[in-house]
C-alpha cells in the first residue's frame, strides 16, 4: 500500500491543455472547431490549452463527448497538474523560510522518529509544518502566538522558543491520542487526592495511574521528554472546552519534582483561565509571577496542609527518621518532604536525597 512516505511524486505534470493540442492535431480539428463542437467560446478553449484557465466538470464532460476521453479522466489531469503547480509554489515560498527552521530541534525530532530526515531546508519547512499541524510559516506564528506570550518574560525564550513550541506540540499529539471523559471538575479533585495517596507507592511507571484518573476526570496527562537546553518542568492549558492537558517533562528525574509539578499544573487547571497556556519554566533565583505563585501555594498545601507543615518545621528535626515518619503521617512520599526542606533552606540541596525516587525515561531500541 502506498504511504504518504513512499508516494511518487514526478517532478512534473502535463498540463490538460497539451493532451488537448495533441488530440486535435492528431484529428485535425482547429482551435475554432473544438471550440463551436463543445459549445464554448474560443478564448477559453485557447486559455485551457495555455494552461491559463481549468477544465471544469462541465468542460470535462463537453470534452468526453468531443474527444472520447472520459470525463474523470480530463478532471485528474487538471487536479494533478494544478497540484504540481501549488507544489513549486509552496517550495519557493518554503525556501525562503530556511533561515526559520534553524533553532527548531530538527534532529532530535528525526532521532525520536518524528519527523524523517530532510533532503533540503525546503523538505524540511514541509515536514516541520506537517509535524506542527500548520498550512504556512504564517500560520504557525498565529498558532504559537499565544505560547509566546506565557513565556514571553523568559529568559530562554529567545534561544529555546521554537524547541519549546515543539515539546507543547510533542504534549498536544499525545494528548489528542488519549481518550478522555469530558471534563468535571469534581470527578478531577477526587483524582488528584488518589494521585496524592500513590505518591507513596513506589512503581516502575508512576504515572501509569494516574493518567488513568486524571483521563476520567477530563484531563489528558502527557509525560513528554525534554529537547536539550529547554529548562521546564511542566505545562497546562486546555485543549477543547472539555480536555484540559497536563505535560510534564520530569527533566529533574526525581519524585518530588514530579509531583510537585504535576499538582502545580493541576492547580493551573482548577483556578485561572482557559484561554491560557501556562509554562514552568521559573528558574531558583527568579521571583514566579502572581499566578505562579498561587499555583505553587495550591500544590504545597495540598500536598502538606500548611499548619501541619508550619508544625513540622518549627520542630527543627530533619533527620531521616523524622521525615519518613511525618510523610507516613501525611500519606505521601519522603521525597516530597525532602524536597520542600530543601526548596525552603531547611536542609542543603545535597541532604537525605536517598530518600527521593530516581526516574529514568525508558529508552526504545
Known sequence: METESNAYRPDYAVSPGSIVAERLEAYGLSHAEFARRCGRSAKLISEIIAGKAPVEPETALQFEKVLGVNAGIWLG????????RARIAEARETKGAASWIKTFPLKELV???????????SDAVSKLLAFFGVGSVEAWHTKYERLRVAYRHSPSFASDGKALAAWIRLG????EQQECADYNVARFKRALKEIREL????????????QQLCNAAGVALAPVQPF?????SGAAWWLTSRKAVIELSIRHKTDDHLWFTLFHEAAHILLHSRKQVFIDW????EKPTDIEAQAN????????PRSLWEQFVTSDSYDESS??????????????????LQHEKHLRWNQLNTLKARLEWETTA
Open 77 to 84: 489531469i487538471e487536479t494533478d497538474y494544478q497540484l504540481h
Open 111 to 121: 532521532k525520536r522518529r518524528i519527523m524523517e530526515r530532510s533532503t533540503s531546508d
Open 172 to 175: 498536544e499529539l499525545e494528548a
Open 199 to 210: 505518591t507513596q507507592a513506589p512503581s516502575k511507571h508512576p504515572l501509569e495511574k494516574p
Open 228 to 232: 536539550p537546553k529547554t529548562a521546564l
Open 282 to 285: 521559573t528558574k531558583e533565583k
Open 297 to 304: 501555594k495550591w500544590a504545597s498545601d495540598f500536598l502538606v
Open 323 to 340: 521525615v519518613r515518619q511525618f510523610a507516613e503521617e501525611q500519606g505521601i512520599a519522603p521525597g516530597i518532604v525532602v524536597g520542600r
